[in-house]
């Protein structure tokens, strides 16, 4: 069996190190500069190891291409491509677009096409399935299936393996070859009635998630308002055995999913005519958190940030991932200069992000701690500025949400 693998990106190389194992597997990326790094072994991913992508290589069942015709021959193609949104904050299917063309341009016998890319319900049936046959050359009887992807890339406990997956086809045997190709590496499988349902569950799971963040994001300045501690009141709240789960503050949501698939549900419910209010307002709660941090620091410093030298400590989304998409630092760190403030960040594990390189862990006036990777010394960050203030609850003895 050869698997195609559409996307070697977070979602698509991980898949790839599971599947290498049972089946033949080709990566296509058309970024050829990540097509060269995996051929050589080395993983970009965290969580993906390259001793594996090495072991696979070495026994012929991996490598990557960038060139449509190595994929011709594949019985399975999988899709993990980027689903983000455009600049006016729509869903933005370009890449899946592109998936399509290669697969209707290259694929000239019929084989199990599986969607992992998280996008709304009718992507697979409305946009999907048409796009392949509007690329393919002639009339191929291909089957459809999506399965959404639930990897959380760093995370140690749950992987490919013992995370649940949901999956469900267009036809019968599209859901039979889905269910037989999964079982090889996934341990629970629960196959839903419609690709609509499994579709639909994945952005409610991220829905769910965004609007519980906004939530304890509102309460973190409702505590501060009230001159009482937020962790405090949480894990009183959570000593409750039932009907309560403990979301904590932060300056924001990061990362390709949190922020954006929510907003792919609102766009589907809206353009059917239901309310997505919630969705809404808590992405503007979320987004309005790293100004909220920057009015704290400012008002904790004389009211005034000009020419005061601010080291944000640790850029990426979240910790020990070098993932800054989508990242709240970057809303904080431009709020900061806003108002005057000479930045500099402090991330090794990120090293270099928008031309701008990692500064010592030194030597500021002011640190805001955005993010902390468990390699990060809290004694460091406190004895990195007179002023820390802690957005992550982490960091024992600073000043914070
Ligand atoms: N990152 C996560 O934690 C996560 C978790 C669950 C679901 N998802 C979803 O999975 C999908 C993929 O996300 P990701 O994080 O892996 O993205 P990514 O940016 O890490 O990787 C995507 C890869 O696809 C490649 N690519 C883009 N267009 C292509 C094309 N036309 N042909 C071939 N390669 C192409 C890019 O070069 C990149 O290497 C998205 O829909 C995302 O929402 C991501």
Not at 74 to 98: H, N, Y
Request: aromatic content about 8%.
């Amino acid at each position: 069996m050869k698997v195609v693998i559409i996307g070697q990106g977070y979602v698509g190389l991980t898949i790839s190190a599971f599947a290498g194992e049972f089946f033949e597997v080709v990566g296509f990326d058309n970024n050829s500069k990540i097509v060269e790094q995996l051929n050589q072994g080395n993983s970009h991913i965290e969580g993906v190891e390259s001793y594996t992508l090495q072991n696979w290589i070495k026994a012929g069942r991996y490598h990557a291409t960038s060139h449509g015709s190595e994929i011709k021959d594949a019985d399975i193609v999988v899709i993990a491509v980027p689903t983000p949104l455009t600049s006016d904050r729509k869903p933005d299917l370009g890449f899946i677009e592109a998936a399509c063309k290669t697969i209707g341009e290259n694929i000239k016998k019929p084989v199990l096409i599986i969607n992992e890319s998280t996008s709304f319900p009718g992507t697979l049936r409305n946009y999907i399935k048409p796009a392949i046959e509007k690329y393919s050359t002639s009339i191929i009887e291909h089957l459809y299936a999506i399965s959404p992807e639930r990897v959380d890339p760093g995370r140690g406990d749950f992987n490919q393996k013992n995370t649940p997956r949901l999956f469900a086809g267009l036809t019968p045997e599209a859901c039979a070859k889905t269910r037989e190709f999964y079982s090889k590496f996934c341990n629970q499988l629960f196959e839903v009635s419609s690709p609509e349902v499994a579709e639909a569950a994945k952005l409610f799971e991220n829905t769910f998630r965004q609007v519980n963040i906004a939530l304890v994001n509102e309460f973190a300045q409702i505590t501060n308002a009230l001159g009482i501690s937020v962790y405090e009141t949480l894990d009183a709240a959570n000593t409750k055995p039932y009907g309560f789960m403990k979301f904590t503050p932060s300056a924001g949501v990061g990362g390709h999913c949190i922020p954006v698939d929510p907003t792919y549900l609102a766009a589907v419910a809206e353009e059917h005519g239901a309310p997505a209010t919630f969705i809404r307002r808590a992405n503007e709660v979320n987004l309005e958190m790293s100004k909220y941090v920057v009015d704290r620091v400012q008002e904790e410093n004389a009211g005034s940030l000009q020419g005061k030298n601010v080291l944000i400590v640790g850029v990426a989304y979240k910790p020990n991932v070098a993932d800054i998409r989508e990242t709240a630092a970057g809303l904080v760190i431009k709020h900061l200069r806003d108002r005057g403030a000479v930045v500099s960040w402090h991330d090794d594990v990120v090293g270099s992000w928008h031309g701008e390189n990692s500064a010592p862990l030194s030597g500021a006036d002011i640190a805001v701690v955005v993010t902390k990777h468990d390699d990060v010394n809290v004694r460091d960050i406190l004895a990195s500025a007179p002023y820390v203030f802690d957005t992550t609850g982490k960091v024992l003895g600073a000043n914070g949400l």
